[in-house]
T-cell receptor
């Protein structure tokens, strides 16, 4: 079945550091890929998406590129802020009749210190 | 506007008892989804409702789990004869159209079965 694997956390960085959170997936066909974020005390929300190979999703300074050859969708940000502290989830939607059913990774806790 | 709300926020129950978890989606959202997140794991899809169509129940783990939704309003997830392995955070999400990968999540209900 479909699955998503994220790098183990937690990740602790200083403000303005470079961030990478690795995500790889297993799926049949051509899934769409997403990063969701959960800020403290809030519900998960969509951060960015990519719906086909080589697409780059971006939002709030975060970027991720859909790499079909390596089945990866790593999240990056050039300079993190304290306000980026949250739990980040990589997810996929397999499409077809499974469109809308999201398969999530286990989440990565990011803590950014001033 | 108001987001997705869930109640209760926390529920502790004894093994063998039945529990009901409630989800109030964003007004006007036609699709509603339930997920489960066990400790240290990603979110698992349980069930989704799309308007008045038959729900997709493919993720329900056993016949002890059931869910209802009336029209495009409130949904209730019921777990009968709870077991310790049912302990998890149960998340509800809604989307303005279905199916959709852009889902708006509630804060979740933390269920603990003792």
């Amino acid at each position: 079945g479909d699955s998503v694997t994220q790098m183990e956390g937690p990740v602790t960085l200083s403000e303005e550091a470079f961030l990478t959170i690795n995500c790889t997936y297993t799926a049949t066909g051509y899934p769409s890929l997403f990063w969701y974020v959960q800020y403290p005390g809030e519900g998960l929300q969509l951060l960015l998406k990519a719906t086909k190979a080589d697409d780059k999703g971006s939002n709030k300074g975060f970027e991720a590129t859909y790499r079909k050859e390596t089945t990866s969708f790593h999240l990056e940000k050039g300079s993190v802020q304290v306000s980026d502290s949250a739990v980040y989830f990589c997810a996929l939607s397999a499409g077809g009749t499974s469109y809308g059913k999201l398969t999530f990774g286990q989440g990565t806790i990011l803590t950014v210190h001033p | 506007g108001a987001g997705v709300s869930q109640s209760p926020s926390n529920k502790v129950t004894e093994k063998g008892k039945d529990v009901e978890l409630r989800c109030d989606p964003i007004s006007g959202h036609t699709a509603l989804y339930w997920y489960r997140q066990r400790l240290g794991q990603g979110l698992e899809f349980l069930i989704y409702f799309q308007g008045n169509s038959a729900p997709d129940k493919s993720g329900l783990p056993s016949d002890r789990f059931s869910a209802e939704r009336t029209g495009e309003s409130v949904s209730t997830l019921t777990i009968q004869r709870t077991q310790q392995e049912d302990s998890a955070v149960y998340l509800c999400a809604s989307s303005p159209r279905a199916p959709s990968y852009e889902q708006y999540f509630g804060p979740g209900t933390r269920l603990t079965v003792t």
